[in-house]
């Protein structure tokens, strides 16, 4: 009986990496680690953080071998079929975003698209999820929710959005997640508190698996007599409104 030939191609591996200044290994399978070690050539999305990673989780790996590709909001898609053609040759890649899991709120989705388009087996390994940590955390409806990504920064749009998230979670009964940039977080609270309904429950959930985490569900009454300070601390938003 003769056996089937082996598939030629090499791999795309989907890498998560840390989402703060963690020590890898207690955040990310020893798994990463043997990917990391036997690959050389990445599609990244800014290379220093890229390079830093590697280095912190597999120190004795030479930086000199390390061909890396960047994909983020300023790439020409059409390169991106290009950064792929080493899996055509046999090499393997990895894929690796800047925090937590690529392809997830992030521009290496591109890339696993285009990967599949060309016939290359893409491979996810474990590793940390802001977004899936937060819902997971937030004792809101785990069987039914949206990732909505970032919200309008226009002070109408903004609000009009604010109650039409609010509304579908309550008609759906689906929790809605979405994030701010950094340093609007304490504006994003105060409109969250301002607009929703007093029942309706908000997860905050910030710094995932830093020292410093603060995961929190209140209603948005409760969360009236509270202060949290959040400014330019990554943070998922959750609401979910019941009645």
Known sequence: MESKPLDPKGKLYLIPTRLGD???????????????????????????????????????????????HS???????????????????????GLLSDAGCPGIADPGAEVVRFAHEKGIQVTPLVGPSS?????????????????????PIDKNERKSTIKSLEKSSLENNQAQIF??????????????????????RLCIASDITLTTEYIKTK????WKKEQVELHKKPTIFIIQRDF
């Open 22 to 68: 963690d020590v890898p290994l207690e955040v990310l399978p020893i798994s990463i680690k043997k990917v990391l070690e036997q690959v050389n050539h990445y599609i990244v999305e800014n290379e220093k953080p890229a390079r830093r990673f590697i280095k912190k989780v597999s120190p004795s790996k030479s930086q000199r071998s390390l061909i890396i």
């Open 71 to 93: 994909v983020n909001k300023y790439t020409d898609a059409s390169e991106i079929p290009n950064y792929l053609a080493p899996c055509l040759n046999g090499e393997s890649i």
């Open 219 to 222: 209603t948005i009454e409760e």
């Open 131 to 151: 977004i899936f940590l937060a819902m997971m955390s937030s004792g809101m409806n785990g069987q039914n929710f949206c990732f909505n990504g970032y919200l």
């Open 179 to 200: 994030i701010e940039t950094p340093y609007r977080n304490d504006k994003m609270f105060a409109d969250l508190i301002s607009i929703l309904n007093t029942n309706t």
